[in-house]
């Protein structure tokens, strides 16, 4: 049976006290801003309604969070395993430095999604955006792999400015051909081909039974692969030849 908790009035670190007292799964009712919820728990089971504050799921270690409605900035910071739900949308620095896990996003992401994410050992962190992301996605990215998929409008910009800056390692995927994005000199840019489209379809399969989607409906669209070209970004960047 599924426990649930009022978290009108509490603090984060009542919120969380309370949620180490139960058992799972467990419901959190009228969130309202509350920091760090579930910061560096592992096998818990948890379901948010309302708003988190930043840091949700912060050194996460396992189990899963949704929450029915929008989160705030650096969800799964730094997480090492488990599954992060939105079924809204998020703030900014999403999923930074996460060497593990994976986070999906119904929504939009803000600025620097994916930023410093990292693979770790066997661990290859997912991250998959259903809207737009804001600037900066995957700054300096050094592992994992970063959807885009950009259901809502897909006639608009997909990611803002500035995308892969710093990249040198993972991999990105973008529901779109591309035309109107300026990416850095330092990454490779390209159609998706069959081989991509079947590790796309691997990823999505997750994604799209928990949002209601049509796997085969989504890659109908073309997709754009983005890798690093160089193990040294940043002589690129910053120094003179």
């Known amino acids: 049976m599924m426990q649930t908790i009022n978290a009108e009035g509490l ?9 180490r ?4 799964p467990c419901l959190i009712d009228h969130c309202l801003g509350q920091r760090f919820i ?25 189990g899963t969070l949704t929450v029915i409605g929008n989160a705030q900035d650096a969800v799964g ?16 620095a999403a999923g930074y430095a996460m060497r ?9 992401a803000g600025y620097r999604a994916g930023i410093h994410m990292k693979a770790y050992e066997d661990k290859v962190p997912l991250m998959i955006i259903g809207g737009k992301a804001g600037s900066f996605l995957g700054e300096y990215q050094a592992g994992g ?15 803002g400015f500035f995308p892969c800056t710093g990249m040198h390692g993972g991999k990105m995927f973008l529901r779109s051909e591309c035309a109107d994005v300026v990416f850095p000199e330092q990454v490779t840019a390209r159609p998706a081909g069959e081989q991509d489209l079947s590790e796309l379809r691997t990823h999505l399969e997750e994604y799209c ?25 940043y002589k690129q960047m910053y120094v003179a030849n």
């Open 11 to 19: 603090s984060h670190q009542a919120l969380n006290e309370a949620i």
């Open 21 to 24: 007292s139960t058992s799972n």
């Open 38 to 62: 579930a910061a560096g728990m592992s096998h818990r089971d948890l379901t948010i309604k309302g708003t988190p504050g930043n840091a949700l799921g912060a050194y996460l270690n396992g």
């Open 77 to 92: 910071d730094t997480m090492n395993n488990g599954t992060i739900v939105i079924h809204g949308s998020i703030g900014d």
């Open 100 to 108: 593990g896990g994976k986070i999906y996003v119904r929504g939009n």
């Open 145 to 159: 792999v970063i959807i885009v998929l950009n259901l809502e409008h897909p006639e608009e910009k997909c990611v």
């Open 209 to 233: 039974r928990i949002f209601g989607l049509d796997v085969r409906e989504l890659l109908c669209a073309p997709f754009t692969v983005v890798t690093p070209d160089s193990k040294n970004p």
